[in-house]
């Protein structure tokens, strides 16, 4: 599995977000974007699920461009930005709704993904009454519950108590092996904690690596 970026340039009303980035991800690594709030990051993963088109230069998926196919990479989930779920659904129920898409996993699957998020005594409670970092949790237990190659997640931590930060680090290292995870954040710790190798986002563009 390998994820290469090719000279991709995206812009919106002539202010130029992502500016000439190049870069390739392969599996067996967690990746981290670190940068401030506003420096391109979250364009740049909207960029990597063909939420969004470059303006120029292309994103190949195990060869693949997407955006010329018109259609979605199928093992790929993200968590970008704040989570968006039904607000008169519980937590199971909008999770179920999702895994009835593809029919890939069972009630079972979707159950681990909430324990795994330290979320199932409030997989009965209505989305609507969760607190920020239940909803930052839930959207979590969306990556990772049909077990995908690719995981792309945005600020994942936000919200979430430390005890489930730590256990969430130890769940994703543990699960890396022929994966591609990406993580993005503006807290170096975090991902100093988690990732394989870590590349700085500013302005728009990769100005550093570790």
Avoid: W
């Avoid at 955006?67 to 979605?72: A, D, G, P, R, T």
């Avoid at 996993?105 to 969760?130: C, F, G, H, P």
């Amino acid at each position: 599995m390998k994820i290469v970026v090719k000279n991709i340039t995206k812009s919106f009303n002539k202010n130029t977000i992502i500016n000439d980035v190049s870069l390739d991800f392969t599996d067996n690594n967690i990746y981290g974007l670190y940068g401030r709030n506003g420096t391109g990051k979250s364009v740049f993963l909207k960029l990597l699920c063909g939420f969004y088109y470059p303006d120029s230069g292309e994103v190949l998926i195990d060869g693949v461009n997407y955006n010329n196919s018109s259609s979605f990479p199928e093992d790929l989930r993200a968590l970008i930005e704040k989570p968006n779920f039904f607000p008169d659904l519980t937590g199971f129920e909008n999770l179920k709704m999702l895994a009835n898409i593809q029919n890939k996993i069972s009630d079972k699957e979707i159950l681990e993904a909430l324990d795994t998020v330290n979320l199932l005594s409030e997989k009965d409670k209505k989305y609507r009454d969760y607190s920020l970092g239940m909803k930052q949790k839930l959207g979590i237990a969306q990556v990772i519950m049909e077990n995908p190659t690719i995981m792309i997640l945005d600020e994942p931590f936000n919200g979430v108590e430390q005890e489930t930060v730590e256990k969430l680090i130890k769940y994703f290292k543990s699960i890396k092996k022929k994966k591609i995870i990406i993580v993005s954040s503006h807290i170096m710790e975090d991902l100093k904690s988690i990732c394989d190798k870590i590349y700085f986002f500013d302005m728009g563009k990769i100005v550093n690596e570790k």
